[in-house]
């Protein structure tokens, strides 16, 4: 089905370290909204039609929440560029931090969020 999404989309707004390719620092970017299936970044920079992603990030000091995929596609976004990332594979960790955001926003998001830590997503130099 074109156009239908598979699982709920959370909306984040999380400030990430994005690093590209072989680059030796991070730049600023942001994490708009993940699903179990995916990601919206936002980032200054265009990066390639499926290149490969790995998103990592932790909540409270117990989990690690881990996952990879592809550049989906990139679109302008307010000035600037939005990253679609269709994930191959999530670990446990997102998949609990998902089913929590779930409850979270049913009810009110406010402070959930503040536990999100050290988001970085690594982006490769390039689609294969």
Known sequence: MIGRRRARRFSLQLGANVVLGSEQHALPGE??????GGALVVLDQDVAFGA???????VAPDKRCEA????????????????AIEFGHTNQDLLGFLSDLDVAFSQSRDGFLDYVENVT?????GGS
């Open 52 to 58: 490969v992603v790995r998103l990592r990030f932790e």
């Open 31 to 36: 994490l708009k909204d993940i699903s179990e």
């Open 121 to 125: 997503i690594e982006i490769a130099d």
């Open 68 to 83: 990879t995929g592809r550049v989906l596609r990139t679109m302008s976004f307010d000035g600037r560029r939005g990253v």
